[in-house]
């Protein structure tokens, strides 16, 4: 027992010492964008759950329900409310798919397109559906629960503040995809400039090489 408890051990320390010697090598860039994709990772792998969908569901048809509106109203409310969730709930396994792809450009500084696909999600995740959210949590206290305009103020707040973090992320993840794709358009110039450069050499080698 004491032999595994001493493996153990120095298994961590040497998952310590790595871990330090990566974050020497990597720019503070590369280390700020990467911490940002393993937590969204374990966020989404969190939030990926089908039991909290399910009581969301249910719990959104209850206090539709206890609205004093009509039916075709509140069965309304439910179908927007309820396809919201879903949304979001896709959003979240898209984005962790994504997220998990994106690690492999992000620590090769190769291949941005593969940072693409996160970067869509994000768009439609941040930008869409923060829109429709606060559209529809606006007529839900217009048209359900008219009296509740100090709640809209704290989750109009709580938006605010989510849609700037978001942005912002989605910013980081924009600007490492340019930055890549600089790079790589750089290196294939500076490529095709020197096969060029040395087909023109070989060219006048042959043109001046005299004859006999």
Do not use: W
């Given at each position: 027992m004491s032999f595994m408890k001493i493996e153990s051990e120095n298994i961590w320390i040497l998952g310590c010492f790595l871990?330090?010697?990566?974050?020497?090598?990597?720019?503070?860039?590369?280390?700020?964008?990467?911490?940002i994709n393993i937590i969204a990772i374990l966020y989404k792998a969190t939030a990926l759950n089908v039991h909290r969908l399910h009581s969301d569901l249910r719990e959104t048809k209850v206090l539709v329900n206890s609205a004093k509106q009509e039916v075709w109203i509140r069965e309304l409310f439910i179908f927007l409310i309820s396809g919201l969730v879903l949304m979001r709930f896709l959003m979240c396994f898209l984005g962790l798919a994504s997220n998990i792809v994106a690690i492999y450009p992000i620590l090769t500084n190769s291949q941005p397109e593969?940072?693409?696909?996160?970067?869509i999600v994000q768009v439609l995740d941040s930008v869409v559906l923060h829109i429709y959210e606060i559209v529809l949590g606006y007529s839900c206290l217009k048209y359900l629960y008219s009296q509740s305009f100090a709640v809209f103020?704290?989750?109009?707040?709580?938006?605010?503040?989510?849609?700037?973090?978001?942005?912002?992320?989605?910013?980081?993840?924009?600007?490492?995809?340019h930055q890549?794709?600089?790079?790589?358009?750089?290196?294939?110039?500076?490529?095709?400039?020197?096969?060029?450069?040395?087909?023109e050499f070989e060219?006048?080698?042959?043109?001046?090489?005299?004859i006999g």
């Open positions: 871990t330090l010697n990566m974050a020497q090598i990597m720019s503070y860039g590369k280390l700020k964008i990467l911490f593969l940072l693409m696909p996160t970067i103020a704290i989750f109009l707040a709580k938006m605010a503040i989510k849609a700037t973090c978001c942005i912002t992320v989605l910013n980081i993840y924009s600007e490492k995809h890549m794709t600089t790079n790589v358009a750089y290196t294939e110039n500076g490529a095709n400039l020197e096969r060029d450069s040395s087909e060219i006048a080698h042959q043109h001046f090489r005299p």
